[in-house]
């Protein structure tokens, strides 16, 4: 394992002798959607059936043939069968009878409101599907998604879903470079995007990033633009190019509201996210129909206990894959009332997220650690003065959470009265692996507990043997498992499949304690995880080198109070360069341009040289030691170990 992984480690002994346990009440596990820890042994017994009972309760045109198809390292759920995810999560409700249920509370950054009804984001979905038809989009084609968290953004994926059409969800805070990449890795013939969005109080131009992007994008045949509304429209002026630009608004005013649902086959491509990997290069993660609806309907209903009265709100941006499948699919496949926010959580004060909470009377909330840690370092006031008495669970994902964080969570939002499920799972495999039954587990505060009935968790050393303490895998295929890396099958398999036979590599360290409850340690690769996000060091590392002034650099992860990681590059200049504030500005800027803001560096060391073994690779362990600021490891391999003594010393300075 990498140094990172023994210095969590260490943590994580401290970590381990946690004593706290929190038993679900008797109140809630009467209430339950899962109560019985039988249900554990039932999917044991028979996890094909396990999961394919879960499959019947969507609806399907017409069933599979076979629950499970394994040719490692490639599956097939429920193969044969057909269905539609827009179906499943909009006409099935409509047709039951719950037409007028809410489907979305959304609320924009300056306060303005919209709510949709199931009925109402039905049709709004099928104009704006046969609006995608009308500009040619057909099943199998890639269309591009760039938006802010306004309700078009689920009508646009939605939208995709309804004519077999697979979408590939770009944040918003992706800088045009990324954008293109990606539309062009993609192939994507379509562009949905906006004229801005808000945060904190500022446009962010999406039209004008993707006329940016456009200009190398030569894929994109149309664009459709959504006008934001209000006083950013008014503000922020576009020019849309005729012919391949269209307005939104212009596109539905004239479509029909009934759009059949395209019979799609359980393992038709539905969505590629695109996700760092330690290659400069972002890797297209392909998900399918069948087996991914199943198992994020299963596991929203049963991890966050969802009862038809509950209001659900998940803060992730649609752009992640939380988004996908926490804010959009499982909670609309199982009928939720679903809250959307599309702003800063600290404006216009630090108590809009609770205020949200009050006004919509939200019952599961579902955020990240880095959050939690910002909300504690704001202070009890905000939220105490909102009304959170109609919380009752909430949840965690994208980090190991400290226990600090954890017990604030659970006495100051949840008033000691909600369960906590912190859940571990990833991009790659599409819903919740690991997690708590809120009804059934026992839990403590670090650990994700156990693997959701079904799922095949274990630690393997790296001859794969198990072993308590190691690499996490996963031992057998799951629905929502990743069929494949966009376009390159041997990133796929060389990525997770490579380490041991048949076996699926999770990047993760992890240990397993006396109760057989997983702590997970962080990435063992070169991905970093910054305030819940996950950043290739490679990628940024290409970054800094694309800068004229660059010569060579080394990004590694250090500490950091409330983002859990941050970046710190180790650059060295070209001659004639000369490292200064400015320049340290520069590059900082330079990498936004080029990734996003998420992925500039908090810290930039220049140095004459980085320290090298003698066949020349960078040693990044001893960068890490530097940027945390602890005694250099073993530094007998390197070509030039006085490197190291020069960079000690220059970085104590700085
Ligand atoms: C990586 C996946 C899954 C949605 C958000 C991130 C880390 C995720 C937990 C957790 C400890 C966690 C892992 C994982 N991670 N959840 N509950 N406890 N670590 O998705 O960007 O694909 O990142 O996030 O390191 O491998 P992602």
């Known amino acids: 394992m990498s140094s990172d992984s023994a210095n969590a480690e260490g943590s994580l002994d401290a970590l381990l002798s946690e004593e706290r346990r929190f038993a679900p009440s008797a109140a809630f596990r009467a209430r339950a959607v899962l109560s019985d820890a039988g249900v554990y042994a039932l999917a044991t017994a028979d996890r094909e059936a396990y999961w394919a009972g879960w499959a019947s309760e969507l609806h399907w045109f017409s069933r599979w043939r076979e629950v499970l198809k394994w040719k490692p390292p490639f599956a097939q759920w429920f193969a044969g069968g057909k269905l539609n995810v827009s179906y499943n999560c909009l006409d099935r409700h409509v047709q039951e009878g719950h037409a007028n249920r809410v489907a979305l509370f959304w609320e924009g950054e300056p306060g303005d409101t919209r709510t949709y009804t199931y009925g109402e984001l039905l049709a709004e979905v099928c104009r704006f599907a046969n609006g995608l038809k009308g500009l040619g989009v057909k099943k199998g084609d890639r269309v591009t998604i760039y938006l802010p968290m306004i309700p078009e953004v689920v009508v646009a994926m939605l939208a995709c879903t309804r004519i077999g059409a697979i979408h590939s969800v770009v944040f918003g805070g992706f800088s045009p470079e990324s954008l293109s990449d990606r539309n062009n890795d993609a192939a994507a013939k379509v562009l949905v995007t906006a004229d801005g969005g808000w945060r904190r109080g500022t446009v962010v131009p999406l039209k004008a990033n993707a006329d940016?992007?456009?200009?190398?994008?030569?894929?994109?045949?149309?664009?459709?633009?959504?006008?934001?509304?209000?006083?950013?429209?008014?503000?922020?002026?576009?020019?849309?190019?005729?012919?391949?630009?269209?307005?939104?608004?212009?596109?539905?005013?004239?479509?029909?509201?009934?759009?059949?649902?395209?019979?799609?086959?359980?393992?038709?491509?539905?969505?590629?996210?695109?996700?760092?990997g330690t290659t400069g290069k972002p890797k297209g993660v392909m998900h399918t129909t069948g087996g991914y609806l199943t198992q994020v309907y299963a596991t929203t209903k049963s991890v966050f206990d969802l009862h038809d009265d509950d209001v659900y709100w998940c803060t992730a941006d649609v752009g992640w894959i939380t988004g996908h499948s926490y804010v959009v699919y499982g909670p609309l496949s199982n009928r939720a009332q679903v809250v959307i926010y599309e702003g800063g959580p600290d404006w216009p004060d630090r108590g809009r997220l609770w205020q949200i909470c009050e006004r919509y009377g939200v019952t599961v909330f579902y955020t990240a650690p880095t959050a939690i840690r910002s909300f504690m370092r704001w202070g009890e006031e905000w939220p105490e003065?909102?009304?959170?008495?109609?919380?009752?669970?909430?949840?965690?994902?994208?980090?190991?959470?400290?226990?600090?964080?954890?017990?604030?969570?659970?006495?100051?939002?949840?008033?000691?009265?909600?369960?906590?499920?912190?859940?571990?799972?990833?991009?790659?495999?599409?819903?919740?692996?690991?997690?708590?039954?809120?009804?059934?587990?026992?839990?403590?505060?670090?650990?994700?507990?156990?693997?959701?009935?079904?799922?095949?968790?274990?630690?393997?050393?790296?001859?794969?043997?198990?072993?308590?303490?190691?690499?996490?895998?996963?031992?057998?295929?799951?629905?929502?498992?990743?069929?494949?890396?966009?376009?390159?099958?041997?990133?796929?398999?060389?990525?997770?499949?490579?380490?041991?036979?048949?076996?699926?590599?999770?990047?993760?360290?992890?240990?397993?304690?006396?109760?057989?409850?997983?702590w997970i340690l962080g990435r063992v690769d070169d991905v970093l995880n910054v305030a819940g996000h996950r950043i290739g060091t490679m990628e940024v590392e290409s970054a800094l080198v694309d800068h004229p002034a660059v010569a060579e650099s080394a990004v590694v992860g250090k500490k950091h109070d409330i983002k859990g990681e941050a970046l710190a590059a180790f650059v060295t200049l070209k001659e004639k360069h000369a490292g200064s504030d400015a320049l340290m500005k520069e590059l900082r800027e330079h990498v936004g341009k080029k990734i996003g803001a998420i992925a500039k560096p908090d810290l930039i060391v220049f140095t004459a040289d980085l320290p090298k073994t003698r066949s020349g690779k960078i040693m990044r362990r001893l960068l890490r030691d530097i940027a945390e600021g602890r005694a250099v490891g073993d530094t007998t391999t390197l070509a030039d170990p006085a490197v190291v003594r020069k960079l000690q010393t220059q970085y104590q300075e700085d």
């Not at 269209?246 to 059949?260: F, G, Q, R």
């Open 385 to 518: 003065k909102s009304d959170l008495s109609k919380l009752r669970l909430l949840g965690t994902v994208g980090e190991p959470i400290n226990p600090e964080a954890w017990i604030w969570y659970h006495e100051t939002i949840g008033a000691r009265r909600c369960p906590i499920v912190d859940t571990w799972w990833q991009t790659e495999t599409g819903g919740i692996m690991i997690t708590p039954l809120p009804g059934i587990t026992e839990t403590k505060p670090g650990t994700a507990t156990l693997p959701f009935p079904g799922i095949d968790i274990a630690i393997l050393n790296e001859k794969g043997e198990p072993t308590s303490a190691g690499y996490l895998a996963i031992t057998s295929p799951w629905p929502s498992m990743l069929r494949g890396v966009w376009g390159d099958e041997e990133r796929y398999r060389k990525t997770y499949w490579s380490q041991w036979k048949d076996v699926y590599f999770a990047g993760d360290g992890a240990k397993r304690d006396e109760d057989g409850y997983y």
């Open 212 to 276: 940016e992007a456009l200009a190398k994008s030569p894929t994109i045949e149309h664009v459709v633009v959504v006008s934001r509304g209000g006083s950013l429209s008014e503000q922020v002026g576009v020019s849309l190019r005729p012919g391949r630009d269209h307005w939104y608004h212009d596109l539905i005013a004239t479509a029909s509201d009934v759009c059949p649902a395209e019979s799609m086959d359980a393992e038709d491509t539905l969505f590629i996210l695109y996700t760092s």
